[in-house]
């Protein structure tokens, strides 16, 4: 009741956002900026929050989501003069690094896995087996480069050199932005750029995160004993469990799982 009493004081209050899970532009739970585009416009303009919280579980995915993502929670922190933290569970690797460096600050556990400044691109050549099952591959193109690594075709070195530099665009993009976000804060004699990963303490060594610390106590500490958590996140269905989505889901929870195992998760 006490809040709409003009000259008592609210208790503060942090918007903690959950970004848990693969970034793609598609499947069940997955992170995309469509997704999540109501709930960060909530978190930020719902009231006056002392801060945003990101809570980031996220192995990567899409790098245009993770973009755009990242923009929004960006501009909203600067339209609104609203501070935003990371705080980082189990990995913040790739796509989930940039989210998370989307933040002002960032920490983590000691044992949290940070970092996969890196692209990557995979798919699979099937050309010999079909060869070897006598099915003929056809093909037909307007533009030479449109069936572009096409797994059923042999390899084309021009084709592969191509992907390459899609890849270093992509790269470059990552590199930017991490670099901007954590200015002053990266070794100028390491190249931190090469996709590998690292725990908390070297983490921190590096300047990709500012401290170990977990939510509640820090923000207890920074805010005050009565600071109140409202939470944000995708919400899904109750009935998305059932009938043919049930499949669709199947496989995402097989790509996530997946995803977060190249971590020893």
Not at 17 to 42: F, H, M, Q, W, Y
Not at 74 to 81: G, H, I, Q
Not at 123 to 145: D, M, P, W
């Amino acid at each position: 009741m006490k809040r709409w009493i003009p000259f008592l004081k609210s208790d503060p209050v942090v918007a903690v956002i959950r970004l848990s899970g693969v970034i793609s532009a598609s499947g069940r739970g997955a992170l995309n900026d469509t997704s999540l585009a109501p709930v960060v416009e909530k978190a930020f303009s719902r009231g006056k929050p002392s801060a945003v919280v990101l809570e980031v579980n996220s192995p990567g995915g899409s790098p245009v989501q993770s973009s755009l993502i990242g923009a929004r929670i960006r501009r909203l922190a600067e339209e609104k003069e609203i501070p935003v933290i990371a705080f980082v569970e189990d990995v913040a690797a790739s796509g989930g690094y940039w989210l998370a460096a989307a933040a002002d600050e960032i920490y983590a556990d000691d044992s949290s896995v940070v970092g996969s400044i890196g692209v990557i691109s995979a798919s699979f050549g099937a050309h010999e087996l079909l060869a070897r099952q006598g099915i003929e591959r056809r093909v037909y193109t307007a533009g030479k480069s449109k069936s572009m690594l096409d797994p059923f075709r042999p390899e084309n070195p021009e084709d592969v050199e191509r992907l390459k530099g899609l890849l270093e665009d992509i790269h470059t993009n990552f590199k930017d932005h991490v670099s901007a976000r954590r200015k002053g804060k990266l070794p100028e004699d390491r190249d931190l750029f090469t996709g590998e990963v690292w725990l908390g303490r070297r983490a921190i060594e590096l300047g990709l995160i500012d401290g170990i610390g977990h939510l509640k106590p820090m923000m207890q500490d920074r805010f005050g004993e009565k600071v109140k958590f409202r939470r944000y996140g995708v919400r899904k269905p109750f009935l998305s469990r059932f009938g043919a989505r049930m499949v669709g889901d199947a496989l995402h929870g097989l790509e996530e799982r997946s995803a977060f195992a190249q971590f020893g998760l």
